[in-house]
């Protein structure tokens, strides 16, 4: 059974940087896809970083140049490093896992693909 729990929240301000983790009970070498997605007050989730097996790394056009997505496989940990936060990256930030990635008809930033979701960390940014 696979499980994700996301830390690494917190408040900063413009400029700072927060590094979040997401720690899986499934060995992060048999998920596919391991991504990042945030969520605002009336808003869906949106895709922020995605990476794969393959080491194939994807980006919201909004936060390249700014976040790193990495991963540990041998902790069982995927990373997101933001640098240069902004007050519009607040939100609620949640690791999620597609183990198979056979089903992508979009790309990769649709929440339907993924089956597993941790339960989000709070990331707020002040101006």
């Known amino acids: 059974q696979v499980r994700l729990a996301e830390s690494g929240g917190g408040s900063v301000e413009a400029g700072g940087s927060l590094r979040l983790s997401c720690v899986s009970t499934?060995?992060?070498?048999?998920?596919?896809?391991l991504a990042w997605f945030r969520q605002v007050p009336g808003k869906g989730r949106q895709g922020v970083a995605c990476?794969?097996?393959?080491?194939?790394?994807d980006y919201a056009d909004s936060v390249k140049g700014r976040f790193t997505i990495a991963k540990d496989n041998a902790k069982n940990t995927v990373y997101l490093q933001m640098d240069n936060l902004k007050p519009e990256d607040s939100g609620l930030y949640y690791c999620?896992?597609?183990?198979?990635?056979?089903?992508?008809?979009?790309?990769?930033?649709?929440?339907?693909?993924?089956?597993?979701w941790g339960r989000g960390t709070q990331v707020t940014v002040s101006s």
């Open positions: 990476i794969s097996t393959d080491h194939n790394i």
């Open positions: 999620a896992a597609d183990i198979f990635g056979d089903s992508r008809l979009s790309g990769w930033s649709l929440p339907r693909d993924y089956t597993h």
């Open positions: 499934e060995d992060t070498n048999n998920i596919y896809y």
